[in-house]
Nanobody, 115 residues
Framework: QVQLVESGGGLVQPGGSLRLSCAASGRIVNLNVMGWFRQAPGKQRELVATTTADGSTDYSNSVKGRFTVSRDNAKNTVDLQMNSLKPEDTAVYYC?????????WGQGTQVTVSS
């Protein structure tokens, strides 16, 4: 069984920064893609950023230049540094991992950007 546990969400003012962290635990073999998705109220879950085991990254156009995804392969962790946050970044953020072609999700952490 694989578990993903997120931390680091909260309330921040527009223009501020937050860092999300996610740790994978359990039976982890061939951990390929890790990353983050988000879901705002009334909207579908969408990709934010992902990274592969060899360091390749992919970002949503809406966060390019503001967010940075990073991972530690030895610790099976992935972080998301979010800068210059905007109200439209408000959402529940979900950690994601693909292990042996199976998708796993964290429980989600709320990020609210508001003055």
């Amino acid at each position: 069984q694989v578990q993903l546990v997120e931390s680091g969400g909260g309330l921040v003012q527009p223009g501020g920064s937050l860092r999300l962290s996610c740790a994978a635990s359990g039976r982890i073999v061939n951990l390929n893609v890790m990353g983050w998705f988000r879901q705002a109220p009334g909207k579908q879950r969408e990709l934010v950023a992902t990274t592969t085991a060899d360091g390749s990254t992919d970002y949503s156009n809406s966060v390019k230049g503001r967010f940075t995804v990073s991972r530690d392969n030895a610790k099976n962790t992935v972080d998301l540094q979010m800068n210059s946050l905007k109200p439209e970044d408000t959402a529940v953020y979900y950690c994601y991992a693909n292990i042996r072609f199976r998708d796993y999700w964290g429980q989600g952490t709320q990020v609210t950007v508001s003055s």
